[in-house]
């Protein structure tokens, strides 16, 4: 390696490099007799931009000249060390255009030279930091490992613990990645979206923990908007100290009613939206040899708990829950189902913060989609998730014609970040089991190797503003890591104002008549009005609670009522139903000894003497509670950060797809996979794309650039009222231009449709 190097040092520098060294000079021409503070800090940090050039090049041009030995394939480059080639690109320009618009505003009478001093230091900074991590890549780089083929690892080998790249990595300058040149990596139209989340998880920060006064805390939140310095100490600590809740309280914010509006107002109409319970009662599937397995309930860490799913189609279908009273023509069940789970890291997220990208795929698709919401790390951790998407899967097969308008011909998993490992890992099992096995699999920015395992994309978590690498450490952390605490110690743990979270405004079960439940089962939904019945909630039921809003049992029994008559329901099959369905839920609601947050909505909390108490202020719908205990933000004396991050997570494949056995991945489902150049997670897919195909499978990855992990929640669109015409307004011809949050993230989506689309037309 030592003759590659001095070989890169004759190579001719990037006309890129060649641009910002010309500037940096030009620059120093010009402030070379200023003497002021501001002058002299700008020429140092212009001969820091200069010096770190001469430093790294011969780095760059080392790991250009290794990363391609990384590829999944020859067309589609990509893997953490290009990663950091390309971020170490989109610093130079960034830091040319700050110095060209320095030296162009230099003569003008509005010309800020403080600004512009911080902000050329700033990318200074930035700049030698990057430069140590390619000093980290060359480490890396040496602890490489020859697979079986030939090529060699993107994930080193055994000898080299995680801990041993931590104590490296602590030199690194985390803060000049959240202040000015905060998601720079970014596409354009990303870029200020990903400030304003920066910018709300300090402020959210100063909320949560209980640090100084309260006026304290408020100006705080202010200075973060103003004071980029301040904004990325504060988002540093938090990435050092916060502990899993905040994790999850923060991811939560968007299960607020506010951001759950934007999709329904601006995504396609679903004619289907429904929320279903699905009781624990075990369930026995054929297997493909003739024999019958029993799919045990998901029992593990809290109990026996309904698992709720999510159905969302973009028509009335027959057999589908909510068509069994429409006036109007039903289409015919769908030859597909999609069997969706959503990400959030394992701790945070559900089917309702994930329907800003499923509305689109639903429309364009025209197939319907089962959303499992998942019970969530830390309060269940592995294995309760996947013995629950298993359970709902095999579910699903039996209830698919009755229940979700779908004869299941073909089933699709899809699933990004967590949850497509989720789905990879129960496709592996319904092969142990020898039950069907989904058609496809459709994976979007997934981990398949759950462990601190440090590939070079795993470090760009470093600078990552949506997934701080303590964020991703404590997440691992919560879900696969051993914690021998009981279900009591837990609910001890969770702070009132997470239990409290997803609690409705709506009435008490107490007040559901039986009329009420009936209807609910015949049709959930507003059947006079075909538009989203989320328009519609005052015809809705919301005074159910998600355990029992529409469960297997009640809901097969109000279909068979439906064929045996169409004008009337017996009476005595009223009663009994009534009595199954308010069963279910006393034993639901008693034998829960954890409530989750999973998107499920809770009933009101009683007092002593029977009535409800007065529910706690709420903003975003994150309460606060005066029981809550204070929380504080900061460090134990002595302390090293990294000491938090030494734990074990065992190699299990049930875990970690990447380690199951040949014998299981031969026989996986045609795979397409969807990858970031700049995703924590590339190496993963990267890593198992590239041994599925080994492998003689059927797979496709495609990497896309300028998106961050986590993408296809940005991908919603908001409204913009153009100024039309007076006459036009009167006439109720409203004009409106739907604008994405990002085209980028928009497009990527519709190539995850394309994709899909792939699957469900493949024989």
């Known amino acids: 390696m030592a003759s590659t190097s001095r070989e890169s040092d004759q190579e001719p520098e990037l006309s890129s490099w060649g641009a910002l060294r010309e500037i940096c000079n030009t620059c120093l021409d010009y402030f070379f007799t200023y ?34 030995l990384f590829d999944y394939d020859e067309n589609t480059p990509g893997n953490g060390y290009r990663s950091f080639l390309f971020l170490i690109d989109k610093c130079i320009f960034h830091t040319t255009a700050i110095c060209q618009e320095t030296y162009n505003q230099k003569d003008s009478m509005l010309f800020r030279k403080s600004n512009y001093m911080k902000e050329i230091e700033a990318y200074s900074q930035l700049l030698a930091s990057l430069g140590t991590c390619l000093q980290h890549m060359k480490t890396l780089y040496s602890w490489r ?49 990903l400030k304003l989340i920066s910018v709300g998880m300090a402020s959210f920060s100063e909320l949560y923990y209980a640090n100084g006064t309260l006026l304290g805390r408020c100006s705080n939140s202010l200075q973060y ?51 279903i319970s699905i009781p624990p009662e075990e369930l026995k599937c054929p297997t493909l040899s003739g024999k019958s397995v029993h799919i045990p309930i998901p029992n593990s860490h809290i109990g026996k708990k309904p698992i709720h799913v999510r159905l969302l189609s973009a028509k009335r279908r027959i057999g589908m829950v909510g068509s069994g009273s429409s006036k109007g023509a039903l289409a015919e069940a769908s030859d597909c189902l999609l069997i969706h789970c959503h990400g959030g890291g394992f701790v945070a997220q559900s089917s309702r913060s994930h329907e800003a990208y499923m509305r689109t795929w639903t429309a364009e698709l025209d197939v319907p989609i089962l959303s499992i919401d998942y019970s969530l790390a830390p309060e269940a951790p592995y294995p309760r998730a996947l013995e629950e998407v298993l359970y709902a899967y095999v579910w699903a097969l039996q209830h698919a014609s009755s229940l979700l308008g779908s004869t299941a011909k073909k089933i699709i998993f899809v ?29 979007a920015y997934t981990p398949v ?39 009591e110690d837990i609910e001890k743990d969770i702070p009132d104002e997470l239990i409290e979270l997803d609690q409705s405004e709506a009435e008490s079960f107490a007040e559901v008549s039986e009329s009420d439940l009936i ?245």
């Open 35 to 68: 003497q002021d503070e501001n002058s002299l800090r700008i020429k140092g940090a212009l001969q820091v931009i200069i010096d770190t050039l001469n430093a790294i090049r011969p780095l760059y041009n080392e790991i250009t000249s290794i990363a391609p």
């Open 145 to 193: 490992e020859q697979t079986e083929d030939g090529s060699y690892s993107l994930f080193p080998s055994d000898e080299h613990s995680p801990q041993e790249l931590l104590n490296q990595a602590e030199n690194i300058n985390q803060y000049c990645f959240y202040g000015r040149c905060i998601a720079f990596q970014f596409c354009d139209s990303l870029r200020t979206i």
């Open 225 to 275: 908007v103003m004071d980029p310095e301040a904004r990325a100490r504060r988002i540093v600590t938090i990435s050092q100290h916060a502990d899993i809740s905040f994790c999850k309280a923060f991811w939560h914010l968007n299960e607020s009613d506010l951001l759950l509006s934007l999709p329904q107002m601006v995504m396609p109409t679903l004619a289907i939206n429904q929320l």
């Open 415 to 443: 699933g990004d970040s967590a949850g497509a490992n989720l789905n990879l890992v129960t496709t592996l099992r319904c092969l142990e089991l020898d039950i069907r096995a989904p058609d496809g699999i459709f994976m």
């Open 449 to 487: 190797l759950v462990e601190f395992v440090p590939s070079p994309a795993r470090l760009l978590c470093l600078s990552d503003p949506i997934l701080p690498f303590g964020f991703m450490m404590r997440c691992l952390k919560a879900y696969a890591a051993t914690d021998p605490r009981t279900a």
């Open 519 to 763: 209807a609910l089962a015949l049709s959930p939904n507003d059947d006079d009005n075909d538009d989203d019945d989320d328009r519609n909630e005052q015809n809705k039921l919301p005074s159910l609670p998600s355990d029992s809003t529409l469960n297997s049992m009640s809901l097969t029994e109000a279909e068979d009522g439906l064929e045996a008559t169409e004008n009337s329901m017996e009476e005595t099959k009223s009663q009994e139903y009534i009595r199954k369905f308010l069963d279910m839920y006393k034993k639901s609601r008693i034998g829960s000894s954890v409530q989750m947050i999973n998107g499920a909505r809770g009933d009101d909390e009683q007092s002593s003497n029977g009535t409800s108490s007065a529910k706690p202020w709420t903003l975003f719908r994150w309460q606060k509670s005066s029981k809550a205990p204070t929380r504080r933000l900061e460090a134990e004396p002595g302390k090293n950060p990294s000491e938090e991050f030494v734990f074990s997570v065992p190699k299990d494949p049930r875990l970690s797809p990447y380690r199951a056995s040949e014998d299981l991945l031969k026989r996986l489902p045609p795979i397409k996979m969807l990858s970031l150049y700049l995703d924590p997670c590339l190496d993963d897919c990267v890593m198992f794309a590239k041994k599925l195909k080994n492998l003689g499978k059927p797979v496709s990855l495609d990497i896309l650039t300028g998106l961050p992990h986590g993408f296809l929640n940005l991908s919603v669109v908001s409204i913009h009222l153009l100024s039309l015409p007076i006459d036009k307004l009167i006439c109720k011809s409203y004009e409106l231009i739907f604008m994405q949050v990002s085209k980028e993230a928009h497009e990527g989506s519709l190539l995850c449709v394309k994709r899909i689309s792939e699957l469900i037309n493949e024989t």
